[in-house]
């Protein structure tokens, strides 16, 4: 069986090589795996290319990839499947905070079939107290959005089947949703705890726009998850309670008028429930395209189901 180790780093140069010896070692304790080591330099400024440049040269298990541009971590770990050719692939960051002495036992749990994909929980985790509770924030978040109660979604370190990860499609911050997309894609999705290690070497990537970022590809989540054969029910949903709001603004303003004789004109509730029907009526008419869109493409490809969609296959030969 071959592992396909797979890493993206930014502007990490004074951590990749004691990453790489880390790998090393476990590689050569771990001699029943075929080893291949993928890493995706995305756009680094720093020397990280050099030094993956220099040990290449001496490590031939080492696929070294460079972007000529930043392009965010779902590019690099697209780029990285693209060369990764194991059974199974495991990605890990290359700030040293992932412990790769962990990633045996990932392995065991999928080998054993306890698990499509297992994701890490850093239960200690050794992160400044800025990253940890907006960390919290978003995990409770996704959980709750997507369904999938795990209590680390972003966590770097992941190991899972080859097929596991070819069928999401990398963008974005959609790296940071892999785990619920492959639980709404009927995979097993389990979690085990690792060690988390402070970091030694470069400085965070944290920001707060990645929040940003990541909170409108949540939105796509939600769209592609729980609503991706209903999306009439969102937009429908949404516009209903919308509308609700604005008929009640107009009604209370009309028995105002016709009751009490008042003056509505130039009432400021007036413009803001006209606003709300018309953006009700909008969002209805959105559902319903989006269903009579999805509903067309439905019937043209429902005859060409693909093996992503289907677990097993048992024949019975008639007695």
């Known amino acids: 069986m071959k592992i396909s180790l797979l890493i993206a780093a930014f502007n990490e140069r004074e951590s990749i090589a004691q990453l790489i010896e880390e790998i090393d070692e476990l590689t050569s304790d771990q001699r029943s795996f075929d080893w291949q080591l993928v890493v995706v330099d995305d756009g680094s400024s720093d020397g990280t ?23 965010g971590k779902s590019a690099a ?37 306890e698990a499509d994909l297992i994701v890490g929980y850093k239960q200690k985790r050794k992160d400044p107290i800025h990253k940890r509770w907006p960390s919290k924030l978003f995990n409770a978040a996704t959980s709750r959005v997507t369904g999938l109660r ?30 619920a997309m492959a639980h709404c894609n ?9 060690n988390h290690r402070a970091r030694i070497h470069g400085a965070s990537k944290f920001g707060w726009e990645r929040y940003a970022r ?10 592609v998850t ?23 603004l107009l009604t209370y303003l009309s028995i105002d008028k016709i009751v009490f004789g008042a003056q509505i004109g130039d009432r400021p509730l007036l413009n803001l429930g006209s606003l709300l029907l018309v953006v009700s009526v909008q969002l209805l008419s959105l559902g319903v395209l989006a269903e009579l869109v999805l509903r067309t493409q439905t019937t043209s490809t429902s005859k060409n189901l693909t093996q992503t969609h289907i677990s097993k296959v048992i024949e019975l030969e008639p007695e």
């Not at 059974?87 to 065991?108: F, G, N």
């Not at 009927?186 to 690792?194: A, K, L, M, N, P």
Request: aromatic share 10%.
């Open 226 to 248: 729980r609503f991706r054969g209903r999306p009439a029910h969102l937009f429908g949903g949404i516009g209903l309670i919308i509308g609700l709001v604005g008929f009640s």
């Open 77 to 113: 770990i697209r780029t990285g499947l693209g060369a990764a050719t194991g059974d199974i692939i495991v990605s890990l960051d290359a700030d040293l905070q992932d412990d790769p002495s962990e990633i045996p036992a990932m392995i065991a749990k999928l080998i054993n079939q």
């Open 49 to 71: 290319w050099e030094e993956f440049e220099r040990i290449s040269v001496s490590n031939c298990h080492v696929t070294a990839i460079r972007h000529r541009r930043n392009s």
């Open 186 to 194: 009927g995979y097993r999705v389990s979690e085990q705890v690792v």
């Open 214 to 223: 990541g909170l409108i590809d949540l939105l796509t989540v939600v769209l």
């Open 150 to 179: 795990i209590r680390d979604h972003n966590c770097g370190l992941k190991a899972g089947w080859a097929e596991v990860w070819r069928t999401i499609d990398f963008y974005g911050e959609m790296h940071r949703y892999f785990a």
